[in-house]
Each structure stands twice: as C-alpha cells, then as structure tokens.
C-alpha cells in the first residue's frame, strides 16, 4: 500500500497525536522489547512525517539505534495514558502497555520483527531521512528539541473507520500532555510550574467530569491522578 495521507485522514501541517512504537534488544538474549509513547506529529508537503521526541525519551535512543518507528492511530484514549504516562517501580507500573498491547510486522528490508500495537485502526512504518534541532517556548520555558523527518515504508489501515474523538476524549488527551510535563517541572525543581501546570489538569478534570459518563475517559483520568500522586510523594 503507497502511502497516501488522505487514506488516513491526515491534511497538510496539522498536528496528530498518535502512539509511536520503537524497539530496544536486551544486552543478554538481544530479545525485543517493545516502547510506546504518545507524540504529536504533521504531515508536509513532501508527505514526509515530522516528530519531536525528546533526546532523553527511549523513542529517541530507540530511533537513533534502529532506525525505524510505528506510528499507531489508535481510538482507546486509555491507550495514550499507558503509552505517557509510566513511572519505573511504581505502582501504576503493572498498568503499563503489557506485551499483550502489542503485535509484529516482518518486513522483508528488516531482520527485526516490528511492533505495533494491535488495537490501531491503522499504521504508518517510518525511517528517519534528517535530523534537525528546534527552539521551542511553552510553560517549561525555551528548549532545544530534536525533531526528525520520517519517510513511510509500510502503511496498512486495519480498519475501516477514523476515529474522531469527542469533548471528553479531546480535554483527557491535553489532561495527559498536560501530566508529563509536570514531571518534568519536578525533575527541574521549579515548584511555582509545578503548581501551575497541576492547577490545569485539576480545572480540566473537572471539565472533562461535567461532560457526562464515559468508562474509557474516566479510568484515564483515574491513571492520570494515580500518576500524580506518585510525582507528589
């Protein structure tokens, strides 16, 4: 299948938030592990793909060792709090995307088995073709970021349907956003940022509660206060 954005009802410099897939090799059984991670990425002109990962993510160590990353449109706002939000020996740890989320693609340019997860509507198979630094401004302040322009080798639409997410799922998604980066306001010690990104996850959470009853949305925003409470101990 030739990639083509409109089959995915992708346009031209918008921002879509998928799940990406990259892959680590154990030092002992060079076994493939698996790592999913919520990110935004745009479409250009050139239907080349472009993606920020941060340089300390394992989605940027795992691009920059492999050479290869699945991009997973996947309608489970759940799935996005899984892929984002994970702390290492917590208790939220277990919750994390298990070997069961994910499925393998053989393709016949690579040795490795590639992962994807397995509830996707549809995925987009890259390598990346340049490496480029941005400037960016946001409640962190001014950062350097490492952004990568990714050429689709494989695509397969696993679905038949696109996704369009209600209130809800749209105000959860930047609750999530909004929940990785105050980890980061804690990892720089900056308590005023802490407080202030904190207070929006509140107000939204509680926007996002008067919008009604949605089982999906309202076990993310559990995971979400579960991952707080870790950041604030």
Same mark, same amino acid.
């Given at each position: 299948?030739?990639?083509?954005?409109?089959?995915?009802?992708?346009?031209? @410099?918008?921002?879509?938030?998928?799940?990406?897939?990259?892959?680590?090799?154990?030092?002992?059984?060079?076994?493939?592990?698996?790592?999913?991670?919520?990110?935004?990425?745009?479409v @250009?002109?050139?239907?080349?793909?472009e993606?920020?990962? &941060?340089?300390?993510?394992?989605? &940027?160590?795992?691009?920059?060792?492999?050479?290869?990353?699945?991009?997973? +449109?996947?309608?489970?706002?759940?799935? &996005?709090?899984?892929?984002?939000? =994970?702390?290492?020996?917590?208790?939220?740890?277990? *919750?994390?995307?298990?070997?069961?989320?994910?499925?393998? =693609?053989?393709?016949?340019?690579?040795?490795?088995?590639?992962?994807?997860?397995?509830?996707?509507?549809?995925i987009?198979?890259?390598?990346?073709?340049?490496?480029f630094?941005?400037?960016? *401004?946001?409640?962190?302040g001014?950062? =350097?970021?490492?952004?990568?322009?990714?050429?689709? #080798? +494989?695509?397969?639409?696993?679905? *038949?349907?696109?996704?369009?997410? #209600?209130?809800?799922?749209?105000?959860?998604?930047? #609750?999530?956003?909004?929940?990785?980066?105050?980890?980061?306001?804690?990892?720089? =010690?900056?308590?005023?940022? +802490? @407080?202030?990104?904190?207070?929006?996850?509140i107000?939204?959470?509680?926007?996002?509660?008067?919008?009604?009853?949605?089982?999906?949305?309202?076990?993310t925003?559990?995971?979400?206060? @579960?991952?707080?409470?870790?950041?604030?101990?």
């Open positions: 299948m030739i990639f083509n954005p409109e089959n995915f009802g992708l346009k031209t @410099d918008y921002l879509y938030e998928v799940i990406t897939c990259t892959y680590s090799k154990s030092e002992e059984d060079k076994k493939i592990k698996p790592n999913a991670s919520c990110m935004g990425i745009r @250009d002109e050139y239907n080349l793909i993606i920020g990962p &941060y340089s300390t993510t394992s989605t &940027y160590k795992n691009l920059k060792e492999n050479k290869i990353i699945t991009l997973n +449109f996947v309608d489970d706002i759940y799935l &996005y709090a899984l892929a984002s939000l =994970k702390e290492p020996n917590s208790s939220i740890g277990s *919750q994390e995307l298990s070997t069961n989320y994910y499925n393998f =693609k053989k393709l016949e340019t690579r040795e490795i088995l590639i992962p994807y997860i397995n509830d996707a509507w549809g987009l198979i890259c390598e990346p073709v340049k490496e630094l941005k400037i960016k *401004q946001n409640e962190l001014e950062i =350097k970021i490492p952004f990568f322009k990714l050429k689709v #080798i +494989f695509c397969d639409k696993l679905k *038949q349907s696109f996704k369009l997410f #209600i209130r809800a799922e749209n105000l959860t998604l930047e #609750i999530i956003i909004l929940a990785t980066r105050l980890k980061i306001a804690k990892e720089m =010690k900056n308590a005023s940022l +802490f @407080d202030e990104i904190y207070e929006k996850i107000d939204l959470m509680e926007t996002v509660k008067r919008l009604g009853k949605h089982d999906r949305v309202l076990k925003i559990d995971h979400v206060n @579960d991952y707080i409470k870790i950041l604030m101990d």
